[in-house]
Antibody
Framework: EVDLVESGGGLVKPGGSLRISCVAS????????MSWVRQAPGKGLEWVGR??????????DYAAPAKGRFTISRDDSKNTLYLQMNSLKTEDTAVYYC??????WGQGTLVTVSS | QTVVTQEPSLTVSPGGTVTLTCASS?????????PNWFQQKLGQAPRALIY???KKHSWTPARFSGSLLGGKAALTLSGVQPEDEAEYYC??????????FGGGTKLTVL
């Protein structure tokens, strides 16, 4: 059974940093392109970025709001996806989901940016 | 910055058929945009329904189908069930690298 479990969310002050994680199981993580998607309270879905497999170059792509502040990485030995978020703004407050191109979603982790 | 547009809301009767569409500000949506469709019910995480325009996941009910229609991506529900009431989102990769979600369509079954 496929499972994606996000963790590391919480309350952080504007300008601060946070790293959230997503542990995957039930599929060959190293062969999956992985993405982060977020949803602000009461709003729609927003694509944050993705990372390809190492065999496809391991490259990353980001949406404009994330470029230069967020970094997606992966540790295939730990079946774990990461999202490092720096210079956080109040508008980054959202539930962050990790997803695979196989169609699976985690339950999300809430990141709140507030003073 | 690409903008992806969906109908804000649609209403359909149980047993009816409804088509949701997804348009890109950059021009016609093609298979190269790799359209994806997701369903989100109130208080739940989204669930993937369709990928690569018209491919279904193993859990996608047969009444859901994806296509390209008039320069847009389309999601058609045939024989709508009450449990299909939800928000539906499309995701396009028309630029090849960045994904963009549509604003979502709230589907009411009434």
């Amino acid at each position: 059974e496929v499972d994606l479990v996000e963790s590391g969310g919480g309350l952080v002050k504007p300008g601060g940093s946070l790293r959230i994680s997503c542990v995957a199981s039930g599929f060959t993580f190293s062969k999956a392109w992985m993405s982060w998607v977020r949803q602000a309270p009461g709003k729609g879905l927003e694509w944050v970025g993705r990372i390809k497999t190492k065999s496809d170059g391991g490259t990353t792509d980001y949406a404009a709001p994330a470029k230069g502040r967020f970094t997606i990485s992966r540790d295939d030995s730990k079946n774990t996806l990461y999202l490092q978020m720096n210079s956080l703004k109040t508008e980054d407050t959202a539930v962050y989901y990790c997803i695979t191109t196989l169609g699976y979603w985690g339950q999300g982790t809430l990141v709140t940016v507030s003073s | 910055q690409t903008v992806v547009t969906q109908e804000p809301s649609l209403t359909v009767s149980p047993g009816g058929t409804v088509t949701l569409t997804c348009a890109s500000s950059t021009g016609a949506v093609t298979s190269g945009c790799s359209p994806n469709w997701f369903q989100q019910k109130l208080g739940q995480a989204p669930r993937a329904l369709i990928y690569s325009t018209n491919k279904k996941h193993s859990w996608t009910p047969a009444r859901f189908s994806g296509s390209l229609l008039g320069g847009k991506a389309a999601l058609t529900l045939s024989g709508v069930q009450p449990e299909d009431e939800a928000e539906y989102y499309c995701l396009l990769y028309c630029g090849g690298t960045q994904g963009v979600f549509g604003g979502g369509t709230k589907l009411t079954v009434l």
